[in-house]
């Protein structure tokens, strides 16, 4: 499993390594975004959390999936991007 906090900019054709540089002047730090996985999650294999995500209690993500979004608690989710395959609430 990856779970991945920080970030590069890649807005211009400028190369990656010099905007990543101005951001850093300019804000102090580089780029990244807290990424919060709730309590009693279950994470598959080779499972890759992007910043900013935020996996509510109990969710279950898939072996090989790449969370893209946030996701409320008792998601279970896979893919690529991930998606909502069904929810651990349901009857």
């Known amino acids: ?10 807005l211009t054709r400028d190369s990656i390594r010099f905007q990543d540089q101005e951001y850093f002047k300019i804000n102090g730090q580089y ?16 499972a ?5 995500v ?3 209690t109990g969710c ?15 998601s279970v989710i896979g893919g690529v991007p991930a998606k909502l395959l069904k929810s651990r609430e349901e009857s």
Do not use: K
């Open 54 to 56: 935020n996996l509510g």
């Open 60 to 74: 279950v993500i898939g072996a090989n999936a790449v969370v893209t979004r946030s996701f409320p608690e008792y």
């Open 1 to 10: 499993m990856t779970i991945l906090s920080g970030s590069h900019i890649a």
């Open 31 to 46: 780029p990244s975004q807290p990424v919060s996985i709730g309590n009693d999650c279950w994470l598959g294999a080779n």
């Open 48 to 52: 890759v959390i992007l910043p900013g």
